[in-house]
DNA sequence: TTAATTAATTTTGTATACAATATTTTTTAC
DNA sequence: GTAAAAAATATTGTATACAAAATTAATTAA
């Protein structure tokens, strides 16, 4: 094993072994080190680095790692590892489509449930979003942006779609590290501020066209043309035999 | 362990051993197990046993109920050990709404993208239903019916929802076993023979209105008051302490 | 030097061993 | 005989050992 810098994006002081964490703590950790990007799509996640890494066997390791596969967040090789998944063009129009389908119908649900503290617990989860992106943390605001959709599931009180979800936030997340083209995406704090005022005033439509044009945004602003562009360029000067994927530093 | 009678419903030839199956195998054999009834819910599915049963150790075991608990069809207690899933009245309630959510954006996109020989394949799952149906094949008759659904999603050209309408598939399974009230549901090959034809002559309005309502039969057809009625009596007349659990034979 | 082949190493897949926790049985007191 | 407590048993959780496969490094031929 290269027994120099296991260095991994995974918040802890420096190399360090830290013993006693277990598969909820482990699993909370990596998705996070993955949603907030310390880990980008492609990283191979080795189970024998994880393991010293967290102080535990490969077997805890590995639950983990199945569990994110199953969420999509890790893709897994049979017989050659886990990586961060790298979702395609067509995976990442599939995960939207899901989601204008899924969070339409959650946000008709949430008009019909809400109590007044729930757009209180909204309103704060924008004032959080909006504070870590003047202050310019990037991490933060991926990770803020995202839970905006998550208290809205909760709202509507149906944990299966809340799940469905939470995954294809995370995938998403995903997407928009590969295939977000130009800079930064304009303010999306506005967006989910007009549609707290729609869910407040029970005007179904307008929150649900608010909800649409708010994903349908998201989606313009990537590049879903061809593998990513870059790729491309490899694809076409690389020697054969690709040496494309092995050039990413492993966990 | 109990060394008699490791007597399971697992489609094999008696109590043997069968060697060389592998996770995905084992997976297919447990979920259709459990589809088709012959898995109670409730059932303890014990590691040492399923590991006898399938030729393999605990590991590979381990990661299929893993597996099948991510698909909510098992459920694992931490120390406990891994049971079918046994769905609550409420958990029943969010399952049914979360299809009707999904399987009416599916049925939108699959009229858009419907080609004639979808609709052959529609048909002879419709047809497979009805064999099944008229010869009392029930454990068939359940799959097949579930099947439909599927094959609906597939045409829906979309991955993502296609595995979340799986997995609603199958949880709802375990729900009709659990909350079904009186006797057999009426032949709903009726009911998918009428949504191919609203599919194929591209009525959106009148295919997804048929689907919710066939849906909202389902649903009716449960009784999903209190916690199902049985255990309500065993609650009220049994000793302190609950045996109710253990009588279950388990796997 | 480059390409192909072979050997060495690393990494994953699975079985097994042991520790921690639950469950069952036995014992003891009333 | 019943109920509580204690011991015995069985089951899950985790680490480790070994086998199988893939990757990497070294060797050889052009």
Same mark, same amino acid.
């Given at each position: 094993m290269s027994?120099t810098a296991p260095t991994?994006?995974?918040r802890? *002081?420096?190399?360090?072994?830290?013993k006693g964490?277990?598969n909820?703590q482990?699993y909370?950790?990596?998705?996070?080190?993955i949603?907030e990007?310390?880990?980008?799509?492609?990283t191979?996640l080795?189970e024998?680095?994880l393991g010293e890494?967290?102080g535990v066997? +490969?077997?805890?390791?590995r639950a983990?790692?199945?569990?994110?596969?199953?969420?999509r967040?890790?893709? !897994?090789h049979?017989n050659?590892?886990a990586f961060?998944s790298e979702p395609?063009p067509?995976?990442?129009q599939?995960v939207l489509?899901?989601r204008?389908?899924?969070e339409a119908? !959650?946000?008709?649900?949430a008009i019909?449930r809400?109590v007044?503290?729930?757009?209180?617990?909204?309103?704060q989860?924008v004032a959080?979003? +909006?504070?870590?992106?003047e202050q310019g943390d990037?991490?933060?605001?991926?990770r803020?942006?995202?839970?905006f959709?998550?208290?809205?599931?909760? !709202?509507?009180?149906?944990?299966?779609?809340?799940?469905?979800?939470?995954e294809?936030?995370s995938?998403?997340?995903?997407i !928009?590290?590969q295939?977000q083209k130009g800079n930064? *995406?304009? =303010?999306s =704090?506005d967006e989910h501020t007009?549609?707290?005022?729609?869910?407040?005033?029970?005007?179904?439509e307008k929150?649900?066209e608010?909800?649409?044009?708010?994903?349908?945004? =998201?989606?313009?602003?990537?590049?879903? +043309?061809?593998?990513e562009?870059?790729?491309?360029?490899?694809?076409?000067?690389?020697?054969p035999?690709?040496?494309a994927?092995r050039?990413?530093r492993?966990v």
């Open positions: 027994r991994v994006a995974l802890q *002081s420096e190399t360090q072994t830290r964490l277990h909820d482990i909370e950790e990596m998705f996070a080190a949603l990007q310390r880990l980008a799509p492609g191979k080795s024998d680095t890494i967290f066997s +490969r077997t805890v390791i983990v790692l199945q569990r994110l596969a199953h969420e967040i890790v893709q !897994i049979p050659r590892g961060v395609s067509a995976e990442a599939e489509q899901a204008r389908l899924i119908g !959650i946000i008709r649900e019909r809400q007044p503290s729930d757009m209180e617990t909204l309103r989860s959080a979003e +909006r504070e870590s992106l990037h991490e933060s605001w991926v803020l942006s995202g839970d959709h998550l208290k809205l599931a909760a !709202i509507a009180k149906n944990h299966t779609l809340a799940a469905y979800v939470k294809l936030v995938r998403t997340s995903l !928009i590290v295939y930064v *995406s304009p =303010c =704090c007009q549609i707290i005022k729609a869910i407040e005033a029970r005007d179904e929150a649900v608010l909800m649409m044009a708010h994903l349908k945004a =998201c989606e313009d602003q990537l590049n879903l +043309r061809h593998e562009g870059k790729a491309d360029l490899f694809s076409i000067f690389a020697k035999g690709g040496r994927e050039k990413r492993a």
